[in-house]
């Protein structure tokens, strides 16, 4: 059974930064593509960044570019989101998420995914 548990959400201002982890258990981890995903209240899920299972590579949506970075820890089987400059706009359920397939275009949408988190709220005060 795979399972993915998020931890690392809370409530911050505007400008702070924040350190989202997933742990990933029941699937081999160097071999599946995950990423992360959230949803604000009102609008449809959206693609923040994905890590692939290959070369180190990432996708990273426009809105967070320079500010989120993704990344994979082997020994811990745990994907991270490090956030920095959070910004009230970034507000939103994040779910960590493992892919089936992969955007050609780099525009991944809940499509792709196969397995969902639970999520963890981010709140970002101004």
């Known amino acids: 059974q795979v399972d993915l548990v998020e931890s690392g959400g809370g409530l911050v201002q505007a400008g702070a930064s924040l350190r989202l982890s997933c742990r990933v258990s029941?699937?081999?981890?160097?071999?599946?593509?995950l990423g992360w995903f959230r949803q604000a209240p009102g609008k449809e899920r959206e693609f923040v960044a994905v890590?692939?299972?290959?070369?180190?590579?990432?996708w990273y949506h426009d809105s967070v570019k320079g500010r989120f970075t993704i990344s994979r820890d082997n020994a811990k089987e745990t994907l991270n989101l490090q956030m920095t400059n959070l910004k009230p706009e970034d507000t939103a359920l994040y779910y960590c998420?493992?892919?089936?397939?992969?955007?050609?275009?780099?525009?991944?949408?809940?499509?792709?995914?196969?397995?969902w988190g639970q999520g963890t709220q981010v709140t970002v005060s101004s």
């Open positions: 890590s692939a299972h290959y070369g180190g590579v990432s």
């Open positions: 998420a493992k892919l089936s397939t992969y955007a050609e275009d780099g525009n991944f949408t809940p499509s792709n995914v196969r397995i």
């Open positions: 029941g699937v081999p981890f160097r071999s599946v593509a």
